[in-house]
């Protein structure tokens, strides 16, 4: 089985931008585990916080399927990849798009680019599968930013998606989200069925960020 993921999301936390998202970049590549840690940055962090922690794996938190032209404000896929993203969430409970728009991205983004596409519950992440993502991430919107984990307030969301999932592609990676804080969520969401883990405030609002990252790999 691929080693776990831990996808870290930097959201707009002060904690995480700028110089922040470089100091947090430089912890989580240095960190000794076999999890596959990957942290998910503001397109304008990406540049400098792949400067800073070159090893590590960087996403950014959303693209849009357009060309270079008349796209203002748009974040363009291929600008994205050339600043060094390896890949990119789609499709998260706070920057919702269409089915449409998962699918045009997909279709312009070169193999073996990440694009994870998060999903509020089974229903979604099975109308996501058929689109056929690399990864798909369950998170409930009502347990975000909460201090109860996905794995224990709603476990069936986890497994029913990982089994919706599963049963149009086998080839697609389920991570859960929403209120993972510890090495105990990410084995419980291992234990699930999940592939991995997408989380955000356990470490941005952590008062010792070394001591979360240890921790949330301990079990694994
Ligand atoms: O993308 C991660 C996410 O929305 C979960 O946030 O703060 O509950 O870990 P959080």
Same mark, same amino acid.
């Given at each position: 089985?691929?080693?776990?993921?831990?996808?870290? &999301?930097?959201?707009?936390?002060?904690?995480?931008?700028?110089?922040?998202?470089?100091?947090?970049?430089? /912890?989580?590549? @240095?960190?000794?585990?076999?999890? !596959?840690?990957?942290?998910?940055?503001?397109?304008?962090?990406?540049?400098?916080?792949?400067?800073?922690?070159?090893?590590?794996?960087?996403?950014? /938190?959303?693209?849009?399927?357009?060309?270079?032209?008349? &796209?203002?404000?748009?974040? /363009?896929?291929?600008?994205?990849? #050339?600043?060094?993203? $390896?890949?990119?969430?789609? &499709?998260?409970?706070?920057?919702?798009? @269409?089915? =449409?728009?998962?699918?045009?991205?997909?279709?312009? %983004?070169?193999?073996?680019?990440? %694009?994870? $596409?998060?999903? $509020?519950?089974?229903?979604?992440?099975?109308?996501?599968?058929?689109?056929?993502?690399?990864?798909?991430?369950?998170?409930?919107?009502?347990?975000? =930013?909460? &201090?109860?984990?996905?794995?224990?307030?709603?476990?069936?969301?986890?497994?029913?998606?990982?089994?919706?999932? !599963?049963?149009?592609?086998?080839?697609?990676?389920?991570?859960?989200?929403?209120?993972?804080?510890?090495?105990?969520?990410?084995?419980?969401? %291992?234990?699930?069925?999940? #592939?991995?883990?997408?989380?955000?405030? =356990?470490?941005?609002?952590?008062?010792?960020? /070394?001591?979360?990252?240890?921790?949330?790999?301990?079990?694994?």
């Amino acid at each position: 089985m691929p080693d776990p993921l831990v996808v870290v &999301n930097c959201k707009t936390y002060s904690t995480a931008s700028g110089a922040a998202a470089e100091a947090l970049a430089v /912890q989580m590549m @240095s960190l000794e585990t076999s999890a !596959r840690m990957v942290l998910s940055v503001s397109p304008l962090d990406l540049a400098p916080v792949i400067a800073a922690a070159p090893d590590l794996e960087v996403w950014t /938190q959303h693209l849009d399927p357009v060309g270079h032209g008349s &796209n203002t404000g748009r974040i /363009q896929p291929e600008t994205a990849i #050339s600043r060094g993203a $390896a890949g990119s969430l789609i &499709n998260h409970a706070e920057r919702k798009v @269409s089915l =449409g728009h998962v699918d045009e991205l997909l279709a312009m %983004v070169p193999t073996g680019f990440e %694009v994870c $596409a998060c999903a $509020a519950d089974a229903s979604e992440a099975m109308a996501l599968a058929h689109l056929a993502p690399p990864m798909i991430a369950v998170e409930p919107p009502s347990l975000i =930013g909460g &201090n109860v984990s996905v794995t224990k307030a709603d476990p069936s969301a986890v497994s029913d998606s990982v089994d919706a999932v !599963r049963s149009i592609d086998d080839g697609i990676r389920v991570l859960c989200g929403a209120g993972v804080k510890t090495g105990e969520d990410v084995a419980a969401a %291992v234990d699930l069925g999940a #592939s991995g883990v997408l989380l955000a405030s =356990g470490v941005t609002k952590a008062r010792d960020t /070394q001591a979360v990252l240890l921790d949330l790999v301990s079990m694994l």
